[in-house]
């Protein structure tokens, strides 16, 4: 059984920074695939960034344009974890960020794309 455990989650002032980690376990081998979604209370759980790695070759990346070119999605091979760095954060940022897990050829913006969801991380961006 496949198991996605998001950590890095806090508070920030806007402007500043913060990495979101994602730890799958349990994954068979031949490439990953991931993404980050988020929702902000009172809203829709929304599409972040997507990622697809195999080995040590990341072949796909994709962002929402609301974060594109200040968020930046990764992947370890060997830790089998995808992170998110997130910068220039803003208050309107501030949302519950899920990691997912899907297959490498499959995973997108949308969450039935995926098959396992991790419980959540809060991120608060103060203004």
């Known amino acids: 059984q496949v198991q996605v455990v998001e950590s890095g989650g806090g508070l920030v002032q806007a402007g500043g920074s913060l990495r979101l980690s994602c730890a799958a376990s349990g994954r068979a081998n031949g490439g990953s695939g991931m993404g980050w979604f988020r929702q902000a209370p009172g809203k829709e759980r929304e599409f972040v960034a997507a990622?697809?790695?195999?080995?040590?070759?990341?072949?796909?990346?994709d962002y929402a344009s609301s974060v594109q070119g200040r968020f930046t999605i990764s992947g370890d091979n060997a830790k089998n974890t995808m992170y998110l760095q997130m910068n220039s954060l803003k208050p309107e940022d501030t949302a519950v960020y899920y990691c997912?897990?899907?297959?490498?050829?499959?995973?997108?913006?949308?969450?039935?794309?995926?098959?396992?969801w991790g419980q959540g991380t809060q991120v608060t961006v103060s203004s």
């Open positions: 990622i697809r790695w195999n080995g040590y070759i990341t072949f796909y990346r």
């Open positions: 997912a897990a899907g297959h490498p050829l499959r995973v997108g913006r949308l969450e039935s794309d995926y098959d396992h």
